[in-house]
């Protein structure tokens, strides 16, 4: 049983593709997350950590996750290539779970101000928070 | 519009949403979890110091690690299959057994974690 309507039937807005954004971000950070566990196995993590430090690696490949691991070269571990790479898995994940914060928010309150309250802080808080996390990644 | 439910808490405990219900709830908590800890997790990295490093004693417990890693395992194996599930929407027909699925993968998954957080804490 199909129930879909054609494109140009469906409303697009800004919901709809955020809608989607959540969704295809959710699979740009699995393939930033598997792409800084393939490049750890491959820099030596094998030998040179434990899974927990590997994970955390992967979820964040900031040099600071494997300061206190047995890795030879760390400055393999902090080239631009990984600090763009945390960068942008950052930004993904930030903006992921600040809308995610606002769709929460939306489920308990209803009223027209209170929801353009709740979007107005969900922007100052990527405002706020965007460049202290890549301060932390860059410094 | 506004907030007005004439459901008491009672009755709404008691809704029988099965596991779409409970995928969504452990998914909202995962979320709120994850948010929690990565905000205050780069708010201490960001200040450093005392502050900082006293978050970072928590972040490194073992209690803190299963919790935590409860909320960033189930948000990610649930929110891969709510993207396949709604990216190719005919698949939805089989979304009970997608949740099988689901639990197949996290709870083995979840458990050897938690067997190794914590042999390691015990000094393994």
Not at chain 2, 10 to 27: A, D, S
Request: one cysteine or more; a positive charge.
């Amino acid at each position: 049983m199909r129930r879909t309507l054609p494109l140009n039937k469906r409303g697009l807005n800004f919901e709809t593709l955020m809608w989607l954004f959540t969704r295809l971000s959710a699979l740009g950070m699995y393939a930033f997350i598997l792409m800084g566990a393939i490049g750890a196995l491959i820099m030596g993590a094998r030998t040179q950590m434990n899974m927990a430090d590997l994970m955390r690696w992967s979820f964040m490949p900031n040099t600071t996750h494997v300061q206190n691991t047995n890795v030879l070269d760390l400055s393999m571990w902090s080239n631009p290539f990984w600090k763009v790479s945390a960068s942008l898995l950052y930004l993904l994940a930030m903006a992921h779970g600040v809308h995610g914060l606002v769709v929460v928010c939306d489920d308990y309150i209803a009223g027209v101000t209170g929801r353009k309250i709740v979007r107005f802080l969900s922007i100052v808080v990527m405002v706020v928070m965007g460049p202290i996390g890549l301060m932390v990644i860059w410094a | 519009m506004g907030l007005n439910r004439n459901v008491s808490l009672n009755t709404g405990l008691q809704y029988k949403g099965r596991e779409p219900m409970l995928t969504f709830v452990l998914h909202r908590i995962g979320g709120l979890g994850i948010v929690v800890f990565v905000g205050t997790h780069i708010l201490s990295s960001f200040i450093g110091g005392q502050l900082g490093h006293a978050g970072n004693v928590v972040y490194e417990s073992w209690i803190f690690q299963i919790i935590i890693f409860f909320c960033a395992t189930f948000h990610a194996i649930n929110g891969l299959r709510i993207t396949i599930l709604d990216l190719w929407p005919p698949l939805i027909e089989h979304q009970r057994e997608a949740i099988w699925i689901e639990f197949a993968v996290f709870i083995p998954l979840y458990l050897i974690a938690v067997y190794v957080i914590i042999h390691t804490a015990l000094g393994g």
